[in-house]
Antibody
Framework: EVQLVESGGGVVQPGGSLRLSCAAS????????MHWVRQAPGKGLEWVSL????????YYADSVKGRFTISRDNSKNSLYLQMNSLRTEDTALYYC??????????????WGQGTLVTVSS | DIQMTQSPSSLSASVGDRVTITCQAS??????LNWYQQKPGKAPKLLIY???NLETGVPSRFSGSGSGTDFTFTISSLQPEDIATYYC????????FGPGTKVDIK
């Protein structure tokens, strides 16, 4: 059974940093691209970042480019999101999502339950 | 950037009704369009990929169609457990979601 478990969320002041983690199990982790998707309270879904299975390619939404860094450790079946220079508009529930592989890296076939990041003074 | 619109933004329908949601892309995205269901307090769930392919285990009352810029998502017979917000998502370039359609029971 595929499981994705996020952690690392919390309350941080504007300008601060936070590192999110996602522990994956139930599939061959390094075979699949992984994503971060966020959802501000009461709002819709926003794609944040993608990393390829081998970690060699990364992509970011314009809203986080230059401030967030996605990475993965395939030996630990773990995905990370380093978030720097946080802004109040980064407040959201952050989901880890798995790319579907066979029918596309950009099809999100499994999602975690999310970890909440609150940026507030 | 590709912009996605959905209509309606919300709807109320009776159990057993046919429900249709439309999604429009600002440019041709071929069939690079997925549909997700998000129930309150839960993570999104993939229902349809590549515009018309039903994800494994998803009930057959859900379907999708379209290509290019105009797409349709249909629930053939609305059930109480279908109360949720539905999102379309394109992936012609980097991924992007539509604003969502909230579905309620009348």
């Amino acid at each position: 059974e595929v499981q994705l478990v996020e952690s690392g969320g919390g309350v941080v002041q504007p300008g601060g940093s936070l590192r999110l983690s996602c522990a994956a199990s139930g599939f061959t982790f390094d075979d699949y691209a992984m994503h971060w998707v966020r959802q501000a309270p009461g709002k819709g879904l926003e794609w944040v970042s993608l990393i390829s299975g081998d970690g060699g390619s990364t992509y970011y939404a314009d809203s986080v480019k230059g401030r967030f860094t996605i990475s993965r450790d395939n030996s630990k079946n773990s995905l990370y999101l380093q978030m720097n220079s946080l802004r109040t508009e980064d407040t959201a529930l952050y989901y880890c999502a798995k790319g579907a592989g066979d029918y596309g890296d950009y099809v999100f076939d499994y999602w975690g339950q999310g970890t909440l990041v609150t940026v507030s003074s | 950037d590709i912009q996605m619109t959905q209509s309606p933004s919300s709807l109320s329908a009776s159990v057993g009704d046919r429900v249709t949601i439309t999604c429009q892309a600002s440019q041709d995205i071929s069939n690079y369009l997925n549909w997700y269901q998000q129930k309150p307090g839960k993570a999104p769930k993939l229902l349809i990929y590549d515009a018309s392919n039903l994800e494994t285990g998803v009930p057959s009352r859900f379907s999708g169609s379209g290509s290019g810029t105009d797409f349709t998502f249909t629930i053939s017979s609305l059930q109480p457990e279908d109360i949720a917000t539905y999102y379309c998502q394109q992936y012609d370039n980097l991924p992007g979601f539509g604003p969502g359609t909230k579905v309620d029971i009348k």
